[in-house]
């Protein structure tokens, strides 16, 4: 079945710096990749779907990436502000039936 | 407005007390779901349905029954709760898996 590994529990980075996280994923891939983000105890929040045809994606300070060919997606936010602290998830669709998600990545972006 | 709601928002339950925790969600949505997101293992998925009276087994789906008698529900039944399902639920919602999904607000469960 199908994995996610998103290489980082936690990151830290400088208020305005660019924060990169990345997720990587072991076998097909799919055709539509998700990031979401999750506040502590709260559910998660759609941020971004990018296409297997997309190269990228923006939104606002926002920009996802997708390289099938490294089964990998990048997530970038750019001029980074504290209230961007969260815990960033990717997904995507397993065989049509579930939508699995990595481990996230946490960010602290201090001031 | 788009919503899932859970409820509910908090409980504690003792061993072997059956419980359920609702869900509902407004946007018409075929596909629902719920996971368990413990520390270290992340969301993991324990149900999911694709429509009315159709649902089916998750990763996790060991003591826990659902159903989905209609399209806007979709509870979660712990018919006899362990302390290992100690844990936060989340309900989702989506039109498709290559849609976004919508999360409830989460329960979180302490099973004594």
């Known amino acids: 079945s199908q994995k996610i590994e998103q290489n980082s529990e936690a990151l830290n980075i400088q208020e305005g710096k660019t924060a990169t996280l990345t997720c990587n994923y072991t076998n097909y891939s799919p055709a539509y990749l998700q990031w979401y983000r999750q506040d502590p105890g709260r559910g998660p929040v759609f941020l971004l779907l990018i296409r297997e045809n997309e190269k990228e994606k923006r939104k606002e300070r926002l920009k996802v990436t997708f390289d099938t060919t490294l089964k990998q997606s990048l997530f970038h936010i750019t001029a980074s502000q504290p209230a961007d602290s969260a815990t960033y998830l990717c997904?995507?669709?397993?065989?049509?039936?579930?939508?699995?998600f990595g481990k996230g990545t946490t960010l602290s972006v201090s001031s | 407005e788009a919503q899932v709601t859970q409820n509910p928002r908090y409980l504690i339950t003792v061993t072997g007390k059956k419980l359920t925790v609702t869900c509902s969600q407004n946007m018409n949505h075929e596909y629902m779901s719920w996971y368990r997101q413990d520390p270290g293992l992340g969301l993991r998925q324990i149900y999911y349905?694709?429509?009315?009276?159709?649902?089916d087994k998750g990763d996790v789906p060991e003591g826990y029954k659902v159903s989905r008698k209609e399209k806007r529900n979709f509870p979660l039944i712990l018919e006899s709760p362990s302390p290992n399902q100690t844990s936060l639920y989340f309900c989702?919602?989506?039109?498709?898996?290559?849609?976004?999904?919508?999360f409830g607000q989460g329960t979180r469960l302490t099973v004594v």
């Open positions: 349905s694709m429509n009315v009276e159709v649902t």
């Open positions: 997904a995507l669709n397993q065989a049509g039936t579930a939508l699995i």
């Open positions: 989702a919602s989506n039109r498709n898996l290559n849609t976004e999904a919508f």
